[in-house]
């Protein structure tokens, strides 16, 4: 069993930074693949970042790729994603995700096992 807590959501301009952090509970955190994903009101849940669980490998969604950073400190049970020139589209809940028995479809969400209750990230135009 993985529980999963994030943090680092807030309100934010349009052009600027935040970074969330997920904090898992458990032993096992660098067996598992990390990911992040996002849901708008209204929306469905949209794949962001997933990092490997040693985060030699890292995906992107189009969207956010080369404005978002994922990336882990296994010794610290963290994931991080880092996310700059924010856009109002970006607002959403975000959420992060563990998978741990194989890693065939990282983008996709019902490859995940565990999930976090989601951190608010709210910019403003």
């Known amino acids: 069993q993985v529980q999963l807590v994030e943090s680092g959501g807030g309100l934010v301009q349009a052009g600027g930074s935040l970074r969330l952090s997920c904090v898992a509970s458990?032993?096992?955190?660098?067996?598992?693949?990390m990911g992040w994903f996002r849901q708008a009101p209204g929306k469905e849940r949209e794949f962001v970042a997933a990092i490997s669980w040693s985060g030699g490998t890292a995906y992107y969604a189009d969207s956010v790729k080369g404005r978002f950073t994922i990336s882990r400190d296994n010794a610290k049970n963290t994931v991080y994603l880092k996310m700059n020139s924010l856009k109002p589209e970006d607002t959403a809940v975000y959420y992060c995700a563990a998978e741990g028995a194989g890693w065939s479809k990282p983008r996709s969400p019902l490859e995940y096992d565990y999930w976090g209750q989601g951190t608010q990230v709210t910019v403003s135009s």
């Open positions: 458990g032993r096992t955190f660098s067996t598992y693949a």
